[in-house]
Every structure is written in C-alpha cells, then in structure tokens.
Nanobody
C-alpha cells in the first residue's frame, strides 16, 4: 500500500512560480519511480514529469519542458515539482504518482495522491 499526499498548490500569476511537494507514506520510496500528472478542466489527465528511483533520470512532457523541474529527496521520501514561468494552460489538478518505472508513470500506471489544485488566471 502506497499513500501519497500532495501539498503546495494554489494560485499564481502568469510568469510566476509554484512548488509542489509530495510525501510518500510507508516503506519502499527508493524502490519507486515518482512523477506528476495533471488534469485540466474538461480534459483527461496527462503526464507532466517523472524521475527515476535513483534520481538520475528525469522526463518531461513537451508542454512543461524547460519550465518545470522534478526532484526527489530519498532521505525524506518526498518528491517536488518546481514550476516556473507559469501560463494559464498550467491550470489544473496536479497528482503525485508512484510506480515501478518511469515508463509506467508515462502510461499513467501506479498509485496516486488525491491531487492539489493549481490556478493560473489568464
């Protein structure tokens, strides 16, 4: 059983920044690749970013590449998503995701947190 709790959502102006955090509750954090996905109003959930279990490899969707950065702290069982240069299209509910591999994260497989809302007014 993997429990994930997101924090750090809120509202930011276009061009601003937000930092999301996800706490992994339970054992086995270092056995999991971690990621973030989001769901905009009226749209399906989409992959945003992933980081391998050892933290050496990261992956981003084209829509956030060069603006967002994913990182993990294996000593604290947490993963972060630094979001810079925010645009209105970044609005949505952001979900933390844990899976066996980054490929699974890209497919939307694994365990999910309840989500945290991000709003970037247009």
């Amino acid at each position: 059983q993997v429990d994930l709790i997101e924090a750090g959502g809120g509202s930011a102006q276009a061009g601003g920044s937000l930092r999301l955090s996800c706490a992994f509750l339970g054992r086995g954090f270092t056995d999991h690749a971690m990621g973030w996905s989001r769901q905009a109003p009226g749209k399906e959930r989409e992959f945003v970013a992933a980081i391998s279990s050892d933290g050496w490899s990261t992956y981003y969707s084209d829509s956030v590449k060069d603006r967002f950065a994913i990182s993990r702290d294996n000593s604290r069982s947490t993963v972060h998503l630094q979001m810079d240069m925010l645009i209105s299209q970044d609005t949505g509910v952001y979900y933390c995701n844990a899976a066996q591999s980054t490929d699974d994260l890209k497919k939307g497989v694994g365990s999910w947190g309840p989500g945290t809302q991000v709003i970037v007014p247009s």
